[in-house]
């Protein structure tokens, strides 16, 4: 993030970021097929999953996702939110990254119907759960550019637990 906030992101090249990460190019391709899959890989991830499967049993998919959010953002030091902000900004700031972060949510698609799945006791690819999975994504894009370019973690945060609750109450106007 410090070399693309230098240098820009397409003056930044591969071999630029392996040798500050003290990395051969070949160690960098292990780990990250793309140099914009350095930008989109996201930490929080396997964190929020994690919480998501400890809210209690009696919680609906969407009431877990709100809970594992609030306890996730909530327990975030500064220095990592302040991170997470300075990559979204630099996501809505570069086209490519645009392009690939609704990538990203299509993949979340699956990732979230298969533990909305197991949440439930139902298949992945059972139209209900596609659906609740669909619907959460599209509330996480939804929240992405309602936020806005400059919104903090907190700022999304909240707009994303008011749009879940939205969901949550059948989408009343």
């Known amino acids: 993030m410090r070399l693309f906030a230098e240098r820009g992101y397409q003056a930044t090249t ?3 970021i392996a040798a500050a ?3 051969s190019p070949s160690t960098f391709f292990r780990y990250f097929p793309t140099k ?5 890989y996201d930490a ?6 994690e919480a998501f499967r400890a809210q209690p049993a009696d919680r609906s998919p969407v ?3 709100r809970g594992a959010m609030r306890e996730v953002f909530a327990e975030l030091p500064l220095e990592a939110l302040a991170m997470q902000q300075e990559r979204d900004v630099l996501i809505r700031s570069v086209a490519e990254l ?11 698609l699956q990732l979230f119907a298969e533990i909305v799945a ?13 659906a609740v999975a669909g619907a959460v994504v599209g509330v996480g894009i939804s929240a992405w550019y309602t936020a806005g370019d400059h919104a903090s973690p907190r700022d999304y945060l909240a707009v994303m637990d008011a749009s879940l609750a939205q969901l ?3 989408l009343p106007l």
């Open 168 to 170: 949550e109450a059948g």
């Open 21 to 23: 990460a003290e990395v």
């Open 118 to 130: 197991e949440r439930v006791g139902r298949r992945p690819d059972d139209p209900a759960v596609r």
């Open 36 to 40: 914009e899959d350095v930008v989109l």
């Open 14 to 16: 591969v071999e630029q």
């Open 63 to 65: 009431q877990a996702l």
């Open 98 to 108: 645009r392009a690939r972060m609704l990538d990203e949510f299509a993949k979340s």
């Open 44 to 49: 929080l991830d396997p964190v929020l999953l």
